[in-house]
């Protein structure tokens, strides 16, 4: 346009009680206390979150995941799926993947298609994002009604999108002049219809409000 593993300890299991001197039961204690140094966490470098820099892209960057609510065919679902949108819009253009954004948007949405195909294209090209904050939307009206001509449940949601200061790097590792220095916000409204067969809500237009031609 974001554990740590425990080393497992098995058990020592005595087979006989009558058996055990005191040599054995001090054995016993200092193999246990070896056993729980054992246990002692490490943290994994290789899945904390890195982000994005001057220095490369974003690395074991957090899939974003579809709310249980947004697979409701109400106005809280419809919310939901939105924020869900943004959410795998700022995965997209941190990693280039964009399955989850697959997930909720329509076929005929053309900003979705837009993300789907460029982000992927620009990674395999070598670019990448840096985004310095949160991409937000602040919804602030939704409405919820029955596409007379279609037969599907339909949503009109309107919001505030918060984009944060962004870095765009060419393959060269420049920043490149798309990039912008101060964070916007602009008003949006988006387009969903309910998908009943599939049971989830999918964005169908997306865009400025400004940009909005209603007929009739």
Known sequence: MSFSPK???QKRILVSLTALTLTAVLAGCSSDNEADLDTTETPDVETEYIPASADGPAQNVPEPKLPAVATENTEEGAEATLEYFWEAE??????????PLKIVSGDNCAFC?????????SYDEGEWTAIQGELKPDITDAQTAIDEELGKPVAHVYFHLHEPATDFYDSEGARTDNSFDAPDVKDWFALLYFDATAQRWEVEWLGLEESITWEG
Do not use: H, K, M
């Open 113 to 121: 298609t837009e993300s789907i195909d460029g982000w992927p294209e």
């Open 7 to 9: 080393q497992s300890v």
């Open 90 to 99: 700022e995965y997209a253009r941190l990693t280039g993947s964009t399955e």
